[in-house]
């Protein structure tokens, strides 16, 4: 399964922009990048997901570089509720042929300064 | 209400005993999932059911099982529980056609 790479961990200033990156250089051409969080205490959050075009959606912005094989998931605002651990995600195989898999990696935790 | 719910939400159990963890969800969805995070390592799939009828292993299903008694119900048994199993433990739900995965708030259990 093809595998991706992230920071242990940033720091972001109270609603300043925060640009979450990751790394996929094995992604296949049928996977979709998808972006959750878990803050403290609670189950993951779904965030964000796409394929090949840039998605913006009430929560964050997805950009996916053109060679897919980056993506960077950004809040436009960070917020003290936005301190989460911020997972990158591949889907893996193919929906209708159930083999569908999530792998989550140890994200990156993002820290918001007041 | 909580569309995905999981009982109990604590548990610390001895060595060699049995124990069910069950999730709940009133979302109607058709998929769901078992997942346990450790620290440091990240969410790490268990056991996955598309339908009733359709369960598979996911990255670590070596000591666990499952059964999907319905669309709504999805419970996961440590027939013999070790130390090594004390983790956090999710359910979570996914729609037919969608990616998007809704996880439960989750079951600590602590194995003794």
């Known amino acids: 399964d093809a595998k991706t790479t992230q920071p242990n961990s940033m720091e972001s200033n109270e609603e300043e922009p925060v640009h979450l990156p990751c790394n996929h250089s094995?992604?296949?051409?049928?996977?979709?990048i998808h972006w959750y969080r878990q803050l403290p205490s609670q189950g993951p959050e779904y965030v964000i997901h796409g394929l090949t075009s840039n998605v913006n959606n009430r929560m964050a912005s997805l950009a996916i570089a053109e060679d897919r094989k980056s993506s960077t998931l950004i809040l436009h605002r960070a917020t003290l509720r936005d301190a989460a651990v911020y997972y990158c995600?591949?889907?893996?195989?193919?929906?209708?042929?159930?083999?569908?898999?999530?792998?989550f990696g140890k994200g990156t935790k993002l820290s918001v300064i007041p | 209400d909580a569309d995905v719910t999981q009982t109990p939400r604590n548990r610390i159990t001895k060595t060699g005993k049995r124990i069910m963890l069950e999730c709940s969800q009133t979302?109607?969805?058709?998929?769901m999932y078992w997942y346990r995070q450790d620290p440091g390592l990240g969410l790490r799939l268990i056991y996955y059911s598309f339908d009733v009828k359709d369960i598979n292993k996911g990255e670590i299903s070596d000591g666990y099982s499952v059964s999907r008694q319905a669309q709504a119900k999805f419970s996961l048994s440590l027939e013999s529980a070790i130390p090594n199993q004390t983790a956090l433990y999710f359910c979570a739900t996914s729609e037919l056609d969608t990616d998007t995965q809704y996880f439960g708030p989750g079951t600590r259990l602590t194995v003794l």
């Open positions: 979302k109607g969805h058709d998929r």
């Open positions: 094995t992604i296949s051409g049928t996977d979709y």
């Open positions: 995600i591949l889907r893996a195989g193919d929906l209708r042929a159930g083999s569908y898999q999530l792998t």
